[in-house]
């Protein structure tokens, strides 16, 4: 069993930076593939980014690359997305999930844990 438990959004203009962070609690935190998504009002929920157990292998959705970084911190249980430059269009809660093993998943029925999600709003 997996809690996770996301931080770090909140209200920014487009252009701007957040960082989100997702608390995971566990003791085999260090073997999960972490995911973040996204769901905007009257969308169906999208991948965003997918990061191995190590660190060392990650993949983006072509909508975020170049802007967004996930990272880990397995000694913390932690999972980042630092999020640059953001759109309008990234409006939505986002939601970070973990799925015991595997490799980078893009669809969400992969995963078996998700968070209660933190909103990001971003204003033009």
């Known amino acids: 069993q997996v809690q996770l438990v996301e931080s770090g959004g909140g209200l920014v203009q487009a252009g701007g930076s957040l960082r989100l962070s997702c608390a995971a609690s566990g003791r085999t935190f260090s073997s999960y593939v972490m995911g973040w998504f996204r769901q905007a009002p009257g969308k169906e929920r999208e991948f965003v980014a997918a990061i191995n157990w190590s660190g060392g292998g990650t993949y983006y959705a072509d909508s975020v690359k170049g802007r967004c970084t996930i990272s880990r911190d397995n000694a913390k249980n932690t999972v980042y997305l630092q999020m640059n430059v953001l759109r309008p269009e990234g409006t939505a809660v986002y939601s970070c999930?973990?799925?015991?093993?595997?490799?980078?998943?893009?669809?969400?029925?992969?995963?078996?844990?998700w968070g209660q999600g933190t909103q990001v709003t971003v204003s033009s």
């Open positions: 999930a973990a799925a015991p093993w595997g490799v980078l998943y893009t669809t969400p029925g992969k995963y078996d844990y």
